[in-house]
C-alpha cells in the first residue's frame, strides 16, 4: 500500500495538509493515525468519505479538524468504499477557512489543549453575567485540568471548550493558570526505555539488511521526535509505520508478532 507521509498533526494543521491535495484535484486516501484513527477520501479533489472511530460523513470531518496529534499519509491507490460527505467541497473548504481563522485567534491565548486555565486570584469581574456553559467550565478550572480534560469531563468537542474558555479569559473569568503545571506535565510524559530502539533495528536488520538503521532513523525523522525523548505513547503508531515498509507479508507478520511480544514486556 503506497503510503506517503505528508505531515504531523503536531507540527501543522490537517487542512494545511490536506488544502495541496485538493487544490492539486487529488484522488486517495489521507490516513491519520494517532491516539486516534481517521480516513479522509478524496476523488478528482472533492471529499467524498469521512470516517474516524465514532463517526463518518461531515461529522467526522469536524472531529478529524480539531485533533492536534497524528501522522497523516497518503495513499493515492486507495479509493473510497462508499459516499458519506454530501457537501460540495468548496463548502466544507470555506467552512473549514472560516474555523481556522477562528482558531488561529484562539491559539493566541490557548496554544494546545494541554494549557491549564484558573479562576482569577482576585476573583471574577462582579458585575458580569455568567452564562449556562460558563458555569459548566468554571466548576472544572481548578487550576490542574487542562482544556482537554474539560472537554472530556463535558463532552465538548475541543473547539467547542476552547472558544468558550477564550471568551471567558477575555470577559475577565479565567485566567492562565501557571505554566508549572504543564510544565511538570511535559516532564512526566513518559519515553521508551533504552532497549526499544536496538530491539527495533536489530529485528529490522533481519529482514532488511545493512538499510535497517537508515530505515528507522527516517522513519523517526518523520514521527519529529529522536531516539532519547521518543514518546512511549507514540510506540504503537511506531511499529505500525515501521512494518508499512517491510513489503514481504510474511516477513511483516513475524516483525509484528515479535515487536507486539516486546512491547507487552515493556508494560510489565
Known amino acids: 500500500m503506497p503510503n506517503d507521509f505528508i505531515g504531523d498533526l503536531s507540527k501543522a494543521r490537517l487542512f494545511e495538509l490536506v488544502g495541496p491535495l485538493l487544490s492539486g484535484k487529488k484522488s486517495g486516501m489521507v490516513l491519520i493515525k494517532g491516539e486516534e484513527v481517521g480516513e479522509l477520501h478524496l476523488e478528482g479533489g472533492s471529499i467524498v468519505h469521512a470516517k474516524t472511530g465514532g463517526s ?128 511538570e506535565e511535559v516532564a512526566a510524559k513518559r519515553t521508551v526505555n533504552g532497549n526499544f530502539f536496538p530491539t527495533v533495528e536489530n529485528e529490522l536488520r533481519k529482514i532488511m539488511g545493512p538499510m535497517a538503521p537508515i530505515v528507522l532513523d527516517d522513519k523517526i525523522a518523520e514521527f519529529g521526535e529522536s531516539r532519547d525523548a521518543f514518546p512511549e505513547d507514540m510506540v504503537q503508531s511506531f511499529v505500525q509505520a515501521i512494518g508499512e515498509e517491510i513489503t514481504h507479508n510474511a516477513k511483516r507478520a513475524l516483525f509484528t508478532k515479535v515487536m507486539t511480544e516486546f512491547l507487552a514486556q515493556m508494560q510489565h
Open 56 to 183: 463518518t460523513g461531515e461529522e467526522a470531518i469536524l472531529a478529524m479538524m480539531e485533533w492536534e496529534t497524528g501522522r497523516a499519509t497518503f495513499d493515492w491507490e486507495a479509493t473510497a468504499p462508499e459516499r458519506t460527505v454530501y457537501m460540495p467541497t468548496e463548502q466544507l473548504v470555506q467552512s473549514w477557512t472560516s474555523r481556522e481563522k477562528e482558531w488561529k485567534k484562539i491559539r493566541e491565548v490557548i496554544p494546545s489543549g494541554q494549557t491549564v486555565f484558573r479562576i482569577p486570584v482576585d476573583g471574577a469581574p462582579e458585575d458580569k453575567s455568567i452564562k449556562a456553559m460558563e458555569w459548566k467550565v468554571l466548576a472544572l478550572c481548578d487550576g490542574t485540568r487542562t482544556v482537554a480534560d474539560i472537554a472530556g469531563v463535558l463532552k465538548w468537542h475541543i473547539f467547542e471548550t476552547s472558544k468558550v474558555v477564550h471568551q471567558m479569559v477575555g470577559s475577565g473569568l479565567l485566567e492562565k493558570a501557571s505554566e508549572k503545571a504543564v510544565e
